[in-house]
């Protein structure tokens, strides 16, 4: 079992950037991340895996725009976000993967992302 600490949410312009992180605790090289995020009235959207060797993939909605990675030496996870657009407006989630890189069981507590002008 893990516990996720997100951070580096905020309120930022559209076309803007922001760099999210999640702070791991516990067995960290072994298990596969995602993030994924869950805005009002929308159904939750898992927009960026990397599996435990760092491969990645990625929504059709985020593609060429965020980047997730890791390191491992530091136990954390990233999302880079670049121009980003009002719709990316949500609340972001690091969480673990099961071994069919589906959401797994460990999720963080959550950081707000809002693109506004």
């Known amino acids: 079992q893990v516990q996720l600490v997100e951070s580096g949410g905020g309120l930022v312009q559209p076309g803007g950037s922001l760099r999210l992180s999640c702070a791991v605790s516990g067995a960290f090289s072994i298990y596969a991340f995602g993030w994924s995020r869950q805005a009002p009235g929308r159904q939750r959207e898992l927009v960026a895996r990397i599996s435990s060797d760092s491969i990645t993939r990625y929504a059709d909605s985020v593609q060429g725009r965020f980047t997730i990675s890791r390191d491992n030496a530091k136990n954390a996870v990233y999302l880079q976000m670049n121009s980003l657009k009002p719709e990316d407006t949500a609340v972001y989630y690091c969480?673990?993967?099961?071994?069919?890189?589906?959401?797994?069981?460990?999720w963080g507590q959550g950081t707000q992302v809002t693109v506004s002008s």
């Open positions: 969480h673990t993967l099961k071994i069919n890189w589906e959401p797994g069981d460990s």
